[in-house]
Every structure is written in structure tokens, then in C-alpha cells.
């Protein structure tokens, strides 16, 4: 790498993990570097980085029981590569953006509201908040970028942001807002690179990892998405519940005197796959044991079910379909799930090529199949970055 390239460095915390990659911003960005702290506050927690083959290679063991310790020892380590001297500037993913509709530079203001919005999501802002102080203290001069989740649905109509309760409380900012909006963005940049045409019409986004939403797009923007005011509404997923009926929350409490963090403990951290199958939230496991573990085999069925029933009210809200994306850990790599999602949509026009879906190629429809499906490889660290270089205008 040539030291008048500059480099970004893109920063992804998660609730136990944090990511990070640095790219060389000559033109097209370049990965030099990229790796992860996880397990952090759990024991075990290390610092892995992939080897030159993508893969992951432990590199030590250390002791973070939060992530502003973590991230120092990732600065302390990041410090001590040659690329490190290149980086002109940090992207990080902010999960919750409010009403911010692009990446923003952070600025004394721009971190004094994130701090006064935290009450909107409290699992998310202040960890990222911690991270962004924490690389402040360390490089004061070098520029922050704030990239927001949330800031790709910001095109969605007044019909999908409404929340049904009483007026006065969209006045305070609760609505839909939407997440997994990096992913999204990055899905939409690559979907215009390989078929520019279907970019511009009709697709739904499904996004399924631990976390799983779907976003109904058209002409480019963002005009639904399964999530809505927390990460917590939508799609079952690993242990969130996705959505509920609001009356449980009142039976709970008279039943078994729950209170609202309990309730809120449990539908974040027990609930979705996790609660049904009572052993895994991880998809792969449950599939591995489903022939002989009913409950298991009920969660894989749930999961397959929901995802199913909002592609076909996507393609309602969107008045058509051309094209259907899988993508993230279960959408990129589980050609099982996405049959069984697929099946039974054949009326809306969405098929599956079997070899194709086998080897989760990059199209999985037949030739001639109405609807295209493809597997896109999202890449949010990818987003990051890409966002930093354009704001900063770093490269090409
Ligand atoms: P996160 O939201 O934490 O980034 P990922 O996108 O890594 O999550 O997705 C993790 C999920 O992907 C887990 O449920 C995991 O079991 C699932 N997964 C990964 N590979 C496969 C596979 N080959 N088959 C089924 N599920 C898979």
C-alpha cells in the first residue's frame, strides 16, 4: 500500500462483538484488514483478524468486560499495523440515526443528541456512544462518521411509519423507524451493479441473520420494512420475538407480576427461535436436530412461515415483484431455509432453480422465472467505509 493512499476505518459494534475492517480509499476501496473482538463481558473474549484466505485466526486473548476496553485493546493493536498510519478517518455503524436520513460527521452536537435520543433505543446507542467517546479520546483530530441504520428507511411513506396509538406520541418521535439499514443500503449499491434495471423496480430485501427483517423497495427507496419503532418488532429471530400482540404485556403482569424490564429482558434476550426450540437460537443447530426434536422442528417451521407471509405482503404493498433477495448468516448460506421459504410462492411468480439454490449461487431462479432471486453477500463494514470516502470525499 502506497502511504499517500488514505485508509478508513470502518467500526461495527454489536451486542457482544465489535467488527472492523480498514479499506484503502484509492477509487474502488480495497480491504487491507479485517477482524473482530467478540465474547466481550462473556470470558473468552479475543481478537481474531481473517488471514489472507477471509478466514478468521485467533490472534490473543484478552480481557474486555466491556466494549470501551475492548476497543482500546483494538486500538492498541490496530496502532501497531502499518496500515494504521494511513487512516484518515473512522465510519462507525449507529444503530439508531432518529430522523437523520444520511451518514453524519460526529460533531460535539451530533454526540449531545445521540445521547439525548438514547431513551429511543437503549440497547444499541449507548455501547455505540462509549465506542465513539472512547476513539475521540485516543484520536482526537482524526474525523468520525456516524452511519445510521435507520436512515435508509427514512423514505418510507406516513402509512408505513404510523404507529396506531394515540397522536401525541408521533409529536415525541415513536413511529417505525426500521433497521439493518447498512445491509439494505449495501444490497441495493450491489443489486444496481449486477442488473441496474432491477434496482430501479420492485424488491424485497430479506435480510436474515440473528437478526432478521425484510424491506419492501421500490424505485430505489425504502417504502416498508418488518422492523418498525425497536429491533425487537417484525420477523421471529434468534431470541427477539418480533411482533406481539400488545395484550400480553398486561396478562404478564397480573398473571406473574412481570414487569416491564423483565417483559423487555425476555423478548429481546429469550424469546424467538431460542424460546420456542428451548435449546438454540442459532438456526443451523436447530435444523440439525429437527427430525428428531419437535420443538425444534416448530421453530424452523415458524421462522420459514413468517418469512413467507411478509414477502407476500411486500409484494401486496409494492403492487408486484420483480426482485427477491436473500442475504446475511441463514439468507447467504442455507439453501434448506430458502426452499422452504420459497414454497408455495410459485403464484406470486417466485421460483427456485434447485442446483442453482444448492450452491447458493448468485441467482437461484431459473432463467426464465418471473421473479429473480437472488443471494447477495452483505457487507455492513463495506457500507461503513464507503460512506466515510464519500463524505470525506477520501480517493476517487
Ligand atoms: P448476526 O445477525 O449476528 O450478524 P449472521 O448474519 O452471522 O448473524 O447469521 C447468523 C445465523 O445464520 C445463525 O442463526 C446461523 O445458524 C445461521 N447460519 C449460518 N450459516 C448457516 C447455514 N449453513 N445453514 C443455516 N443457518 C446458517
Known amino acids: 500500500m502506497s502511504s499517500e ?10 451486542s457482544s462483538s465489535i467488527r472492523f475492517a480498514v479499506y484503502e480509499a484509492g477509487g474502488v476501496l480495497l480491504r487491507c484488514l479485517r477482524g473482530k473482538i467478540d465474547r466481550i463481558g462473556m470470558g473468552g473474549t479475543q481478537l481474531s483478524v481473517d488471514d489472507p484466505a477471509g478466514l478468521p485466526r485467533a490472534l490473543r486473548r484478552i480481557s474486555a468486560a466491556d466494549h470501551r476496553t475492548a476497543l482500546k485493546f483494538l486500538l492498541d493493536w490496530l496502532e501497531s499495523q502499518p496500515a494504521f498510519g494511513s487512516v484518515r478517518a ?16 460526529v460533531t460535539p452536537r451530533l454526540l449531545a443528541e445521540l445521547k439525548r435520543i438514547t431513551p429511543y433505543d437503549p440497547e444499541h446507542l449507548p455501547r455505540e ?63 444496481g451493479r449486477v442488473d441496474p434495471r432491477a434496482a430501479k423496480g420492485r424488491v424485497i430485501l430479506a435480510h436474515l441473520g440473528n437478526g432478521a427483517s425484510l424491506a419492501a423497495v421500490r424505485g430505489g427507496k425504502s ?89 407476500g405482503s411486500y409484494a401486496a404493498a409494492l403492487g408486484g415483484l420483480e426482485t427477491l433477495v436473500f442475504a446475511a448468516g441463514i439468507g447467504e448460506n442455507s439453501p434448506l431455509i430458502r426452499r422452504r421459504i420459497c414454497d408455495g410462492l410459485g403464484f406470486l411468480g417466485i421460483e427456485l432453480d434447485r442446483r442453482r439454490n444448492a450452491r447458493n449461487a448468485p441467482l437461484i431462479s431459473p432463467d426464465a422465472g418471473r421473479v429473480r432471486v437472488r443471494v447477495i453477500h452483505t457487507d455492513e463494514e463495506l457500507m461503513i467505509a464507503r460512506s466515510v470516502a464519500r463524505l470525506l470525499r477520501l480517493g476517487g
Open 5 to 14: 493512499t488514505p485508509c478508513v476505518l470502518a467500526i461495527n459494534g454489536g
Open 90 to 105: 473512522a465510519g462507525h455503524r449507529v444503530v439508531h440515526g432518529m430522523r437523520h436520513s444520511k451518514p453524519e460527521r
Open 129 to 191: 456512544i462509549g465506542l465513539i467517546e472512547a476513539f475521540l479520546d485516543r484520536h482526537p483530530k482524526l474525523p468520525q462518521i456516524a452511519c445510521f441504520d435507520t436512515a435508509f428507511h427514512r423514505t418510507m411513506p406516513p402509512v408505513a411509519r404510523l404507529l396506531p396509538i394515540p397522536r401525541r406520541y408521533s409529536a415525541k418521535g415513536v413511529e417505525r423507524y426500521g433497521f439493518h439499514g447498512l445491509s439494505y443500503a449495501y444490497l441495493m449499491e450491489e443489486l
Open 223 to 311: 417504502i416498508d420494512t418488518s422492523m418498525g419503532f425497536t429491533p425487537t418488532a417484525g420477523l421471529v429471530m434468534s431470541t427477539r420475538s418480533g411482533d406481539l400482540d400488545p395484550g400480553l404485556i398486561y396478562y404478564l403482569e397480573r398473571t406473574e407480576h412481570m414487569t416491564p424490564s423483565r417483559f423487555q429482558w425476555m423478548v429481546n434476550h429469550e424469546s424467538g427461535l431460542l424460546g420456542i426450540s428451548g435449546t438454540s437460537p442459532d438456526l443451523r443447530d436447530l435444523c440439525s436436530i429437527e427430525a428428531s426434536d419437535p420443538r425444534a422442528a416448530q421453530a424452523v417451521e415458524l421462522f420459514c412461515y413468517q418469512v413467507r407471509k411478509w414477502i
